[in-house]
């Protein structure tokens, strides 16, 4: 894991981006559970709740996402949940992330392929 | 099975959210759940609760066990029971592929984790600090006893000037007590009788402003003995603000005696019990105070008071007679003004008061300034002579004599102070000398210097000194009340009674103990951390080098003597000054201007009392 990060420095694997996708698409507060089934939902495919939290704590160091402890709730027997939220150099990736992809599209379709 | 994507079967979506409460409950693979299970009849499977307990989750087991079991009731409500006992075993298992992240977030990014790791650490240190002083009781009582002196020494000094410097004037209403002082500090009165009286009548930030002569009255009282008497001229509210409201006998001055300006006199409880045998019947006798005849109307006790807000050199005043100031035409025979002062023109008056509600010290010295500009022909405009208001304390009328005093006073504490932790250190040297082998076998491990250096220190240092200062705490309660009745200060100090040590100085108390664990025990922490680490696990000396006693050693010595060669001289002194102190009765003088004469004069002038005269400390 340390030799990935190392590698990939600043940026973000596919699974991260999903996951920091995941963060910015749930209207609820946005915490590992609904974003394993967000991921699951949308990507169908199985995702493991230890990838999940890799993904979200990778995320965090690198400043893209940020985590709070939430208040106890009498739901999950009143056991508190870590919350997270994007910050705003996550937005700023994602949006760069989106860019350059539509920008590949836009040159693939230009080619008519 | 129908196709993956958000479930098509309506009573699906139902069961989902009956069981979750959420919206997004259900998943591709649930869609197309058998019969659900209830919530609460359901446990995670046995292997899966096994496979969780054993990942190392840190400070965030809690919130992950939530997280999967929420999960696992989520997918029986949906799919049953056995794939969700298979996705929570896949979980559990990712988690342990996945550790080396999830530990990298729990264990070392988390401030709260720092900071329980940084505790544990540090408890081991003093549990490991604790057992080395246990090995070895004889040592650890000898630097305990040590330091405990060396604290003790400047911790009790600091008590005596705490209550020199920093004592409170009254004990009532100390918050809306004040003084008035002078910009120029000058050894006289504030105000004349005409500026007292304009103050007085046009203020309104004081609900009381006293006046009280800034000298002594003295004559014997009666003609039975012939001991004079100190007397003070005061204000008619002058018992108000120093905290008494009720007389013990008769009443007090009231506006009536000051507008009369008769020579009526209150005296004092210590005077009414040893010259009048506490008798009630006093009150209304007229007896001859010198030469002059006063009417007795009342016994009130009142505390010792400084006499001059502003002036270092002077100590706490007991007055057992107190007269209308408005009567003093009739003293000037009898008053150590020498008949030439208590005039309309010189100002022989001190002020004190009490604030009204709300209002500062500072927006009441701006309006008594402000009167003060009204009056130009009763008042000095020039700066030096401006108005100050103090809380009444010595250290808020002359900070700077009081820094002074700080400073002459804690020197020979200090040194005792230094020569006790030189000779711990030396002491701590040998005990680490004979644990070189330890501390080189620790470094050879891989201890880091900074993990040994903060095991010495709380080992040798903290521990022993938080004892020594603890055992401190006896000097500090008993010998300055000692000090205060063997010199009999006081008028300088405050009653013995009321030295015990306030949070003032308890706080010097933990400042010395801190100053004596880094002076005691860095030295020999340090020495600690430089061995030859080949020798010293071999088993020969390590720490000493091959040219003799380290240059650490060598410089303890030198210090050790000068500090112990210092403080012998400085103790004769010590001794000689107060054996002629002792034997004459009086301070030597301080110095020989026109001022400290006539201070001496005046203070040798109105000391005789009925139960005690002021001294100077030495």
Redesign the interface.
Known sequence: ??YKRRMKGERIGEFEELTLLAVLALE?PA????V???I??KA?R?V????V??AL??L??KKLLRST?GEATP???G????LYEVTPEGTRMLQELRRVREHIWRTIEEHGR | MTARGTPDRPSDRCRSDEASGRREATTPHEADAPEPVRPHELRPPLLGRLMLRLCRLGTRREEIESDLRQLFEERAAVRGYAYASLRYCLDAASLRIHRTDLRHRSLKTLPAVRRLRLVDTIAVDLRSAVRMLRTDPLLTAAVVVTLSIGIGAPSSVFSLLNGFVFRAPVTADPDAFFRVARADREPQGIVTPPQYDVLREENESARELAAFSTMALSAPLGVEDPTDVPGWLVSCNFFRVFGVDRAMAGRLLGPEDCTAGLPVAVISESLWQHRFAGDPSVVGTSVMYGAVPVTIVGVAPVAPIQRRAHDPTVGDFVAHLWVPYTAHPAFRATSTFEGLLLRDTFPWLELAGLLEPGISRQAATNDLRLIASRHEELFDPSPERALILTDGSRWEATPGDMLSAFAMALSLPALILLAACVNVAALLLSRAVSRQREMALRLALGTSRAALLRMLLLLESLVVSGLAAAASLVFVYNLPPLLVRFFEADLWFGAADSLAPDGRVLAFLMLSGVLAALLSGVAPALESLNPHLAEALQGRRGFVSRRGPSRTRRLFVAVQVAASVVLLVAAASFSRAAARFTDRGSPPPACSSPKCTSLRTDRQRSTPSPTRSPRRPA
């Open positions: 894991m340390c609820e915490y590992a559970v609904p394993q089934r967000f699951e939902k169908r199985a493991s709740m230890g990838a939290y890799a704590g990778r965090e160091d402890v739901q999950r027997g056991k508190r949940k870590r």
